[in-house]
């Protein structure tokens, strides 16, 4: 069974840092691109982070803040979320898709999916 686990998430003051895990099993994790997506209150689907191998992606709100990263020996995906903002507040998603099913930048195609983990900064 393809299944995609979330960790990590919690309630943090504004400045603050969480990192969050994504580990992985019934996949060939290594043959995989992998996102972060995050959803808040009232708004749509966003991603936020993307890795494909040793390449990465950023949303332009995070960038130099976030930092995404992958252990394939572990099956594992991380987001270190540093100087955290309120805006941050979110539920957090771990995504995959095989790398052929478009380039790993973009939301579209991304079909396995973990089950969400909380992110609330306080302000």
């Known amino acids: 069974q393809v299944q995609l686990v979330e960790s990590g998430g919690g309630l943090v003051q504004a400045g603050g840092s969480l990192r969050l895990s994504c580990t992985a099993s019934g996949l060939t994790f290594s043959n995989y691109n992998l996102a972060w997506f995050r959803q808040a209150p009232g708004k749509e689907r966003e991603l936020v982070a993307a890795?494909?191998?040793?390449?990465?992606y950023y949303e332009e709100s995070v960038r130099g803040r976030f930092t995404i990263s992958r252990d394939n020996a572990k099956n594992t995906m991380y987001l270190q979320m540093n100087s955290l903002k309120y805006e941050d507040t979110a539920i957090y998603y771990c995504?995959?898709?095989?790398?052929?099913?478009?380039?790993?930048?973009?939301?579209?195609?991304?079909?396995?999916w973990g089950q969400g983990t909380q992110v609330t900064v306080s302000s």
């Open positions: 995504a995959a898709k095989p790398f052929s099913s478009g380039n790993y930048y973009l939301p579209g195609g991304y079909v396995i």
């Open positions: 890795i494909r191998r040793s390449s990465t």
